[in-house]
Nanobody, 127 residues
Framework: QVQLVESGGGLVQAGGSLRLSCAVSGGTFSRYTMGWFRQAPGKEREFVTTISWSGSRTSSADSVKGRFTISRDNAKNTVYLQMNSLKPEDTAVYYC????????????????????WGQGTQVTVSS
């Protein structure tokens, strides 16, 4: 059973930073494409950023480019989301997700492509 546990959320002022972590157990982490998604109250879950199994390929939503960075440590079975210059509109529950991509595919922005999900961690940015 693959389990994902997010941590690092909290309350921060606009302009501040947070680093989220997602620890994965029960599977072969080094083979998974990882993604971060978020869901604000009353809104659909939206893509934030994704990273390939090797870490060599990443992709991010336009709304977070230049502010958020995804990284991974395959030795620690952990993926990270460094969030800088936070804005009130970044307030949401942040979820990490994992999946095995088909050959020739490395990242995905589609929630439906992800097989495993964490429970989420709340990020609140005050103005």
């Amino acid at each position: 059973q693959v389990q994902l546990v997010e941590s690092g959320g909290g309350l921060v002022q606009a302009g501040g930073s947070l680093r989220l972590s997602c620890a994965v157990s029960g599977g072969t982490f080094s083979r998974y494409t990882m993604g971060w998604f978020r869901q604000a109250p009353g809104k659909e879950r939206e893509f934030v950023t994704t990273i390939s199994w090797s870490g060599s390929r990443t992709s991010s939503a336009d709304s977070v480019k230049g502010r958020f960075t995804i990284s991974r440590d395959n030795a620690k079975n952990t993926v990270y989301l460094q969030m800088n210059s936070l804005k009130p509109e970044d307030t949401a529950v942040y979820y990490c997700a994992a999946t095995l991509m088909p050959p020739g595919y490395y990242t995905s922005a589609r929630p439906s492509d992800y097989a495993f999900w964490g429970q989420g961690t709340q990020v609140t940015v005050s103005s």
